[in-house]
């Protein structure tokens, strides 16, 4: 099945809709100071390492990916990821100016944050886009060394949440795998070829990647 294609101010509208998404959902892990994996993970971890917000440290993490993205695999793709990366990273400094969370339970906050994260992401995936930085990294050791992206990101992920319990509760571990569970079982039912690919037309190949 051939790949859509979406005008500029579509890729533009679908994927504001995921920053916010995205953003509602880590508001929702920052409340009760849950971690997840990937980029993200490593922003929130830094967080509590650094006097630096999220948005910031989710935006330079991302920054040295940008050059594998636009070089290894295609400069639409790259671009689509920083207009998500952006909005994200200005969003979710700025959402306590809109929303503000007294009060939430753990287990909500876990499970309706993975899936806002996860819908989001399907939707970039819909636009050619990602939340970048080790998404990016795993879409090119897939097509350069067909080291499967999934399974790449199922190692970092393992990883981040490992290395949290040097930080965090074994309370908080837990739930945030949790969280983590619900977002890659939504991903795993609706990310299937066809539907929800993200497609990256890489230097050396003119063929989709699903990831």
């Not at 006097?51 to 290894?72: C, D, E, Q, R």
């Not at 909005?87 to 400094?93: K, L």
């Not at 929303?99 to 939707?123: E, K, Q, R, S």
Request: proline letters at 3%; hydrophobic letters at 50%; glycine letters at 10%.
């Amino acid at each position: 099945m051939p790949f859509p294609t979406h005008r500029f101010y579509e890729d533009i509208m679908a994927l504001f809709c995921a920053g916010v998404m995205v953003s509602l959902g880590v508001t929702l892990y920052n409340s009760n100071q849950l971690i997840t994996g990937g980029t993200a993970g490593l922003a929130i971890i830094g967080m509590h390492l650094t006097s630096l917000s999220f948005g910031m440290l989710f935006f330079l993490v991302n920054v040295p990916f940008y050059y594998i993205a636009w070089t290894k695999l295609s400069k639409r793709f790259t671009i689509n990821t920083f207009i998500s990366v952006s909005i994200i990273s200005v969003m979710t400094d700025y959402m306590p100016m809109f929303i503000h969370i007294d009060n939430v339970n753990p287990v909500f906050a876990a499970t309706v944050g993975g899936m806002l994260i996860g819908v989001g992401m399907l939707i970039m995936f819909r636009h050619k886009s990602s939340l970048g930085g080790l998404g990016i990294l795993a879409l090119y050791l897939q097509n350069k060394y067909s080291i499967r992206a999934g399974n790449f990101g199922l190692l970092v992920d393992t990883i981040i949440l490992s290395s949290s319990m040097l930080m965090f509760s074994f309370e908080v571990v837990l739930l945030s795998v949790m969280g983590a569970a619900m977002l890659n079982v939504l991903i795993a039912i609706n990310h299937k070829p066809g539907r929800y690919q993200a497609y990256v037309e890489s230097k050396t190949e003119k063929d989709g990647v699903s990831v």
